[in-house]
């Protein structure tokens, strides 16, 4: 079971230092019928390379980045940050970047309320 925390912070593009680790969205769940008030989550799962400090990763939903938080310890290992990710509530399309490295992106179509894509 993924741990659940707070893991959204909104920030501009800032540099952070080089990562070596390669991470992937395995899930998100919209809040298809709200105003996504801090009750949207997003599981990220590291595939490999070292642990993953999520604070140099964005959230990138259209033109809105949202600073992720947390740490991945090995491959494996699954976070599920709630927060405000400004995921659509249409068919739509997030990515995990850091300045211009792109890490995933992860396409879905029509959410439905309290449905995991």
Not at 47 to 62: F, K, M, N, P, T
Request: proline residues 6%; negative net charge.
């Amino acid at each position: 079971m993924p741990e659940l925390v707070d893991g959204s912070e909104e920030f501009g593009d800032i540099s952070a230092p080089s990562t070596n680790f390669h991470i992937a969205i395995s899930a998100i769940l919209p809040d298809a019928d709200g105003k996504d008030e801090n009750s949207e989550q997003v599981t990220i799962v590291l595939l490999s390379g070292g642990s993953a400090d999520l604070s140099v990763i964005d959230l990138q939903s259209g033109k809105k980045n949202v600073r992720l938080q947390g740490m991945l310890a090995s491959p494996g290992d699954e976070l599920t940050l709630k927060g405000n990710f400004n995921l659509p509530n249409k068919p739509s399309c997030v990515t995990l970047r850091h300045g211009e490295m792109t890490y995933d992106t992860f396409c879905y179509g029509q959410p439905k309320a309290g449905i995991w894509i």
